[in-house]
């Protein structure tokens, strides 16, 4: 302090004056009087990462509910139920009975029958191409053979689809007997 003291006098004394405002505020700040509320210790910020200290109060009562046995916490669970006015939850079971359950619900749900197929045309052979043509042309009503062509060009593709299983091995049959190779889904 001597020594900024010694800087500020050979300096103006507006200067001195300034300096010495300054220390008078610092110090009135820093003082508490005896009007102001009393001034809480600084907290520094936790740095991100580090766990959060634990508050006390918290903390003591997570002690507690731990020490607890089955038949006490059921007990503090309704009593919050009805202070904080909570409706009750449906128990959800443990993963080994839910399992359990879910395996008998299966079995007991009656299958479905596939009513409806699809035929498609996977691959064919470019030996056979030609009677494909013509084959296709016959079974796809308002086709013509360059539509056919284009059509078989285009493989793999949907030949008829919401179709009757009965139906779907016919329209197999005939479209295998001309070198397609058909899949029904």
């Known amino acids: ?19 010495h405002k300054c220390i008078v505020v610092c110090q009135t ?5 005896a009007t102001s ?33 089955l038949i006490e916490v059921m007990e503090l669970s309704n009593l919050l139920k009805k ?7 449906p128990i959800m079971p443990v993963g080994g009975f839910m399992a359990a359950g879910k395996s008998d619900e299966v079995e007991e749900a009656p299958k479905q029958v596939k009513s409806s197929f699809t035929v ?3 691959k064919f052979d470019d030996k ?19 539509q056919a062509k284009k059509f078989i060009e285009s493989v793999p593709v949907v030949v008829m689809k919401d179709i009757s299983q009965d139906e779907a091995t016919k ?6 007997k001309v070198g397609g190779e058909i899949e029904i889904t």
Request: aromatic share 4%; glycine share 2%.
């Open 83 to 89: 202070r904080l006015n909570l409706p009750d939850a």
């Open 120 to 122: 498609k045309l996977i």
């Open 128 to 146: 056979q191409k030609v009677p494909l043509i013509k084959e296709i042309k016959n079974l796809l009503p308002n086709t013509n053979l360059v």
């Open 171 to 176: 329209l197999k049959e005939s479209i295998e």
């Open 37 to 69: 509320r009393p001034t809480e210790p600084l907290t520094i910020p936790i740095p991100e990462g580090l766990d959060k200290p634990i508050n006390p109060k918290l903390d003591k009562i997570a002690n507690d509910i731990t020490s607890l046995n």
């Open 29 to 33: 700040d820093a003082a508490p009087a």
């Open 1 to 19: 302090m001597i020594f900024s003291l010694r800087v500020i006098g050979k300096k103006s004394i507006h200067q001195f004056r300034q300096f």
